[in-house]
C-alpha cells in the first residue's frame, strides 16, 4: 500500500539543475524518515541523501553543496534539488520511505521504494 511516485529526471548538461519530487502515500509521511538514492551501471545502489522527519539532513560527500533535500508534510513530497550537475551524478535515482537512522546518519534504507528516476547529465 506504500506508493512513492516521483518525477523531475531528464536529460541535462553539466552545469545545470533538476529537481526531483516524491510525492509519499500510505504512510504517515510527517513521522517518517526519506531518502533519495541512487544507482549508477555497475555500481552500488548509495544513499545520495537523507531527512529525519525532524528536518535534519545528511549528504553523499560527493554532493554536498550542490544538492538539498527538504520535504513538505502538507503535500507528503520529498524533493531533491540538484545543482552543478556532474556527469559522474549520472544514474536512477530512488525514493526511499523509512530510511534507518541515528540523528542525521543514515545507515540502511527502508523496505519502501519509488520506481526510479533517470537522470543523465551530460558532458
Known amino acids: 500500500q506504500v506508493q512513492l511516485v516521483e518525477s523531475g529526471g531528464g536529460l541535462v548538461q553539466a552545469g545545470g539543475s533538476l529537481r526531483l519530487s516524491c510525492a509519499a502515500s500510505?504512510?504517515?509521511?510527517?513521522?517518517?524518515?526519506m531518502g533519495w538514492y541512487r544507482q549508477a551501471p555497475g555500481k552500488q545502489r548509495e544513499l545520495v541523501a537523507g531527512i529525519t522527519s525532524g528536518g535534519r539532513t545528511n549528504y553523499a560527500n560527493s554532493v554536498k553543496g550542490r544538492f538539498t533535500i527538504s520535504r513538505d508534510n502538507t503535500k507528503n513530497t520529498v524533493y531533491l534539488q540538484m545543482n552543478s550537475l556532474k556527469p559522474e551524478d549520472t544514474a536512477v535515482y530512488y525514493c526511499?520511505?523509512?530510511?534507518?537512522?541515528?540523528?542525521?546518519?543514515?545507515?540502511?534504507?527502508?523496505?519502501?521504494w519509488g520506481q526510479g528516476t533517470q537522470v543523465t547529465v551530460s558532458s
Open positions: 500510505g504512510i504517515i509521511f510527517r513521522i517518517n524518515a
Open positions: 526511499n520511505a523509512g530510511p534507518k537512522n541515528s540523528g542525521s546518519v543514515f545507515y540502511e534504507p527502508g523496505e519502501s
